[in-house]
Antibody
Framework: QVQVVQSGAEVKRPGASVKVSCQAS????????IHWVRQAPGQGLEWMGR????????HFAQKFQGRVSMTRDTSINTAYMELSRLRSDDTAVYYC?????????????WGQGTLVTVSS | YVLTQPPSVSVAPGQTARITCGGD??????VNWYQQKPGQAPLLVVY???DRPSGIPERLSGSNSGNTATLTISRVEDGDEADYYC???????????FGGGTKLTVL
């Protein structure tokens, strides 16, 4: 079945970087964008950006530009999100999500989430 | 583009819950709704204003007109208690935008 599976929880110091992976299975990895959405504790969902796994093209929310990068490895059907210069308010669960078949901008497949804790 | 949701909605079991999502001319956009229970990833429950993915009960329905989109949950059950988020694609910035979320409490 279609699924995306994320890497495990991370604890980082302020100023460090974190790289979260998202491995896809059950569909053609290069056929769908991968989006990244985060959720701070007790807060709502926040879109960070997306990557086109076929071309590597990326598009980021302005808030994260300069601090985020998104890459992929098509040989292992995996997308990555790296956030640098971490701050305490980057503590959140980070999700990868795949849009539905047909080109709509709704997300029918989500990873299980990766908790990133930024603490000194 | 900003989407505005009420922070909370409360309803008794068996009654109807309506969760709104306000945005400038949101009726011209395609609105999607997600249900999120504690410790879980969001689950798509309504897409493209009013369509339901397979497995989502007909009790959940969506509508969208003017400046307000609405998720309606009929015959509310205890299992509907969750946070609900609306989402649209902001074509001007090419961003995905989420509403702030609404906590549905079943009394």
């Amino acid at each position: 079945q279609v699924q995306v599976v994320q890497s495990g929880a991370e604890v980082k110091r302020p100023g460090a970087s974190v790289k979260v992976s998202c491995q896809a299975s059950g569909y053609t990895f290069t056929g769908y964008n991968i989006h990244w959405v985060r959720q701070a504790p007790g807060q709502g969902l926040e879109w960070m950006g997306r990557i086109n796994p076929k071309t590597g093209d990326t598009h980021f929310a302005q808030k994260f530009q300069g601090r985020v990068s998104m890459t992929r490895d098509t040989s292992i059907n995996t997308a990555y999100m790296e956030l640098s210069r971490l701050r305490s308010d980057d503590t959140a669960v980070y999700y990868c999500a795949r849009p539905a078949l047909g080109g709509g901008d709704w997300f029918d497949t989500w990873g299980q989430g990766t908790l990133v804790t930024v603490s000194s | 583009y900003v989407l505005t949701q009420p922070p909370s909605v409360s309803v008794a079991p068996g009654q109807t819950a309506r969760i709104t999502c306000g945005g400038d001319d949101i009726g011209s956009k395609s609105v999607n709704w997600y249900q999120q229970k504690p410790g879980q990833a969001p689950l798509l429950v309504v897409y493209d204003d009013r369509d339901r993915p397979s497995g989502i009960p007909e009790r959940l329905s969506g509508s969208n007109s003017g400046n307000t989109a609405t998720l309606t949950i009929s015959r509310v059950e205890d299992g509907d208690e969750a946070d609900y988020y609306c989402q649209v694609w902001d074509s001007y910035n090419d961003y995905e935008v989420f509403g702030g979320g609404t906590k549905l409490t079943v009394l």
